[in-house]
C-alpha cells in the first residue's frame, strides 16, 4: 500500500495527485472493497469522485444550502493542511447517496479518468472559472484544485488504498 504525502498548500504535489497518484491508487479498487468508514461501496465512491469532477467544471449544477456568511469560515478548511475527517458528510448527499450510473467498475473507472482529465484541461484554458461547492459555494479553480486533492486523498484513506504519513 503507497503512502501518499499529504501537503494541500503545494500546487504541484495536488497536480501530481489528480494526474497520477490518484490514479495509481484507484487501479488497486475492485467493487469487492469495502470501506474502512461509512457505507459507500467501491463503484459508488468512483461515481461520487466523478460527480464532484463534474460539478468543478460547471458540467453539473448544483446549490450550495450554507449561509454565505458560513462558508467563508468553512472555506478556511480548504487552506488548512489535514486532511477530510472520516465522518465529514456533503450536504449535497444528506438524502443519500444518488443511483448507480454504470455498468461496473471498469465504466465507472473510464468516467472518472476523462472528468479528472476534463478538469484539468478546464483549469489551463479557464483559469478564473466560478463554479458552486454544494459546501463552499462559488469557487475559483485553484480552491476546485485544492478540494479535489482533499476529496480524493480523503476516499483513498477510505477503502484502505493509501496509508497517511
Known amino acids: 500500500m503507497a503512502t501518499i504525502p499529504f501537503d494541500v498548500n503545494d500546487s504541484e504535489l495536488r497536480d501530481r495527485f489528480l494526474r497520477d497518484l490518484l490514479p495509481d491508487?484507484?487501479?488497486a479498487l475492485d467493487g469487492s472493497r469495502a470501506p474502512r468508514w461509512g457505507k459507500?461501496?467501491?463503484?459508488?465512491?468512483?461515481?461520487?469522485?466523478?460527480?464532484?469532477?463534474?460539478?468543478?467544471t460547471?458540467?453539473?449544477?448544483?446549490?450550495?444550502?450554507?449561509?454565505?456568511?458560513?462558508?467563508?469560515?468553512?472555506k478556511a478548511f480548504l487552506y488548512h493542511d489535514r486532511p477530510s475527517p472520516p465522518g465529514f458528510m456533503n450536504p449535497a448527499l444528506?438524502?443519500?447517496?444518488?443511483s448507480l450510473r454504470h455498468d461496473g467498475m471498469p465504466e465507472a473507472w473510464s468516467a472518472l479518468r476523462i472528468?479528472?482529465?476534463?478538469?484539468?484541461q478546464h483549469?489551463?484554458?479557464?483559469?478564473?472559472a466560478v463554479h458552486t461547492h454544494p459546501v463552499f459555494g462559488p469557487i475559483g479553480v485553484e480552491e476546485w484544485g485544492r478540494t479535489h486533492f482533499k476529496h480524493g486523498y480523503h476516499h483513498l484513506l477510505q477503502f484502505g488504498?493509501?496509508?497517511?504519513?
Not at 51 to 56: I, L, R, Y
Open 25 to 27: 491508487a484507484l487501479r
Open 40 to 56: 459507500m461501496t467501491a463503484q459508488q465512491m468512483v461515481e461520487h469522485l466523478a460527480w464532484t469532477f463534474e460539478v468543478s
Open 58 to 74: 460547471g458540467r453539473v449544477r448544483v446549490e450550495c444550502p450554507i449561509a454565505e456568511g458560513k462558508r467563508e469560515r468553512m
Open 94 to 98: 444528506a438524502a443519500g447517496l444518488p
Open 115 to 120: 472528468e479528472v482529465d476534463r478538469f484539468l
Open 123 to 128: 483549469a489551463r484554458v479557464a483559469p478564473d
Open 161 to 165: 488504498l493509501i496509508e497517511s504519513e
